[in-house]
């Protein structure tokens, strides 16, 4: 996420914490680099130029060249103003005094609207709704389809138009059923266009008026930089939109349209779509996001999807299997289950401040040697997985067939699991005093 950017600032920082004593000089220098690195991010250039003169004007105005640590108290500096860009606090949706409330999805064609309509349908079903995700798309028969396997897949119920019906008539009818069927919400994916057109604008201001929505989200690419400001403005100017919703995210997104957006439009953005996943969407955070950019990482994102995703249960069960020295390899792939399930290990590992400076020399995670240990342990018998010291050459041939992996990656992974299975019983021996570190 905004990678090159948080490159570059790592950069102009590591220059600034160099120096003993900051003149005002070297300073300026050092933010002449900020602003060209925010201008090659597709930040808008008069949002670029005020920051930059915020950020100059506070830091001079605090004295912070005087400080004993000038180059920390600059980076404090930027941090500070790069949460009043995005925005000072989170917006979540709005509350409804009735249901259904209706949502309408709107944004350009490839923008991730369908996508996104389901993933907002299964963030609220998180929180106990009971959404109905609309196809509202007519002009393009993939899009309803797209919504309807995407929304079945995962248990949402769709609401699909008969053929030849038209959008506005269509709509009347979705809330009919959303009233009989007990949905609290309904969620229109909208139609969208490869560009910004009368014809598109008319049609929502026309279902606005048929049903009018309790909010508008529009959802923006990510990667697309100033683009996507621009286009926030046309549907401001004509048909205007509550929140924005940043898209593709995990891809190699800019950073442009996240910088520029609150500043330009004055919307906030309300969420960020971060993987393919159904449930990768976050609630946007303008601090975290901040911290994410000048590669301090997002501990209290990291928390939250550690606890959305791993079996309390389960996990003080492993706990206490550590403290008695006694974890299998059945323990073992338990955990490695429980940590893919928050998603790529890269995003996960991208929330620890810190992991830039890792991810920088080379050191990059290997998501499909994870897969392949996953499926060396499955491949093992159950015995095998209780008592690993049983599994001889034979079984290590047998094991690798299965797998689809080599001897030397079976004999790899039993070396590690020996390993902490050593430092357990190490740490036993010691006390409990240092289990916690483990990442179990």
Not at 259 to 280: C, H, N, Q, Y
């Amino acid at each position: 996420m905004f990678e090159e950017l948080s490159s570059r600032l790592e950069s102009v920082f590591k220059k600034l914490r160099g120096y003993g004593k900051l003149s005002e000089q070297n300073m300026r220098d050092a933010l002449r680099e900020v602003r060209r690195a925010l201008l090659e991010a597709d930040v808008n250039y008069k949002v670029a130029k005020d920051f930059v003169a915020s950020v100059e004007s506070k830091a001079i105005g605090r004295e912070v060249l005087k400080s004993l640590t000038p180059g920390q108290q600059v980076i404090g500096v930027v941090h500070e103003e790069l949460v009043e860009l995005l925005g000072t606090k989170s917006v979540s949706l709005k509350p409804a005094s009735k249901h259904p409330a209706v949502i309408f999805v709107v944004g350009l064609q490839g923008s991730g609207k369908t996508t996104f309509t389901v993933k907002l349908a299964v963030h609220l079903r998180k929180k106990g709704a009971n959404p109905l995700v609309v196809a509202a798309d007519l002009k393009r028969p993939a899009a309803v389809e797209q919504l309807r396997v995407l929304a079945e897949s995962v248990g949402v119920r769709p609401f699909i138009p008969d053929k030849e019906e038209s959008v506005l008539d269509a709509a009347p009818r979705a809330i009919e059923q959303a009233i009989d069927g007990g949905h609290d919400w309904v969620i229109f994916d909208t139609a969208g266009r490869m560009h910004v057109d009368d014809d598109l604008m008319n049609e929502l201001v026309q279902l606005k008026e048929k049903v009018p929505p309790h909010e508008t989200l529009l959802v923006l690419d990510g990667m697309t930089g100033q683009d996507a400001v621009n286009v926030a403005s046309s549907f401001q100017a004509t048909v205007d939109f509550d929140g924005a919703v940043l898209s593709k995210l995990d891809g190699d997104a800019r950073g442009g349209a996240a910088l520029s957006l609150r500043a330009v439009t004055g919307k906030p953005i309300k969420f960020v779509s971060v993987g393919e996943r159904l449930d990768a969407l976050e609630i946007f955070h303008p601090d975290r996001m901040a911290s994410r950019i000048l590669g301090m990482g997002d501990v209290l994102s990291l928390v939250e999807k550690a606890e959305q995703t791993i079996d309390a249960v389960r996990a003080q069960e492993i706990e206490k299997r550590l403290r008695a020295a006694d974890f299998t390899l059945e323990d073992f792939l338990d955990q490695l289950k429980e940590v893919r399930k928050m998603g790529p290990l890269q995003d996960v590992l991208e929330m620890i401040p810190g992991f830039g400076k890792i991810k920088k020399a080379g050191l990059d995670v290997d998501e499909k040697a994870l897969g392949r240990v996953e499926a060396v342990i499955n491949s093992m018998t159950p015995d095998e997985r209780r008592t690993p010291t049983i599994i001889d050459g034979s079984r290590r041939k047998r094991i690798a067939t299965g797998s689809g992996t080599t001897v030397q990656e079976i004999n790899r992974v039993l070396k590690q699991y020996f390993q902490i299975q050593k430092l357990l019983r190490q740490m036993k021996r010691g006390g409990r005093k240092g289990l916690s570190f483990l990442p179990f």
